[in-house]
């Protein structure tokens, strides 16, 4: 049996590691929804080094880590784009290998716990429609899908999902 994964809050050197699962879970989660051309592009862009050290320190940032391998991310915090008691879960990913041995509902548990504690009552993502990893994780933690629209994404249109988990 392996040992489960320590869950603990992000630190600033954490970041590129971050990036390696993010561009790992991406390539296997969307290469042929969006091509892996456009995956290592949003890669490049939404996972880059600072952003990602920004985030750690500004947002609730936490990581899995086994036998000192960084295993998954979840990351959360408020958009200006909600009322205050919602915030949005902007990452959730585990490296494709450790996929379904319950990872992300390890990481999804202190982060729930963060955002009660700052005051926060819903807990919101947008998920592409044709992720379907993505889309049975967050139905299987309790999430309901509230909105589908279309969005434009590198030049091409895409349906995607939002959900919200009510968290009181």
Same mark, same amino acid.
């Given at each position: 049996?392996?040992?489960?994964? +320590? &869950?603990?809050?992000?630190? #600033?050197?954490?970041?590129? @590691?971050?990036?390696?699962?993010?561009?790992?879970?991406?390539?296997?989660? %969307?290469?042929?929804?969006?091509?892996?051309?456009?995956?290592?592009?949003?890669?490049? +862009?939404?996972?880059?080094?600072?952003? #990602?050290?920004?985030? &750690?320190?500004?947002?609730?940032?936490?990581?899995? *880590?086994?036998?000192?391998? =960084?295993?998954?991310?979840? @990351?959360?915090?408020?958009?200006?784009? %909600?009322?205050?008691?919602?915030?949005? #879960?902007?990452? &959730?990913?585990?490296?494709? *290998?450790?996929? /379904?041995?319950?990872?992300?509902?390890? =990481?999804?548990?202190?982060?729930?716990?963060?955002?009660?504690?700052?005051?926060?009552?819903?807990?919101? =993502?947008?998920? #592409?429609?044709? /992720?379907?990893?993505?889309?049975?994780?967050?139905?299987?933690?309790?999430?309901?899908?509230?909105? *589908?629209?279309?969005?434009?994404?590198?030049?091409?249109?895409?349906?995607?999902?939002?959900?919200?988990?009510? =968290?009181?």
């Amino acid at each position: 049996m392996e040992g489960q994964p +320590s &869950i603990r809050r992000a630190k #600033l050197d954490d970041a590129e @590691n971050v990036q390696t699962v993010a561009r790992a879970s991406w390539h296997t989660a %969307y290469d042929e929804i969006l091509g892996e051309e456009t995956v290592n592009s949003v890669i490049d +862009s939404w996972y880059e080094i600072d952003g #990602l050290r920004t985030a &750690i320190k500004e947002t609730i940032f936490y990581v899995a *880590e086994r036998d000192g391998e =960084l295993v998954g991310f979840a @990351n959360a915090g408020q958009n200006p784009e %909600y009322e205050d008691d919602t915030f949005e #879960l902007f990452r &959730i990913y585990v490296l494709p *290998e450790y996929w /379904n041995r319950g990872i992300g509902g390890q =990481l999804l548990e202190p982060v729930v716990g963060d955002v009660k504690s700052e005051g926060g009552n819903q807990l919101r =993502l947008s998920v #592409l429609a044709e /992720n379907e990893v993505g889309m049975g994780f967050h139905k299987s933690h309790d999430f309901e899908r509230v909105k *589908e629209e279309d969005i434009e994404f590198s030049g091409e249109t895409y349906e995607e999902y939002e959900y919200v988990k009510s =968290l009181r």
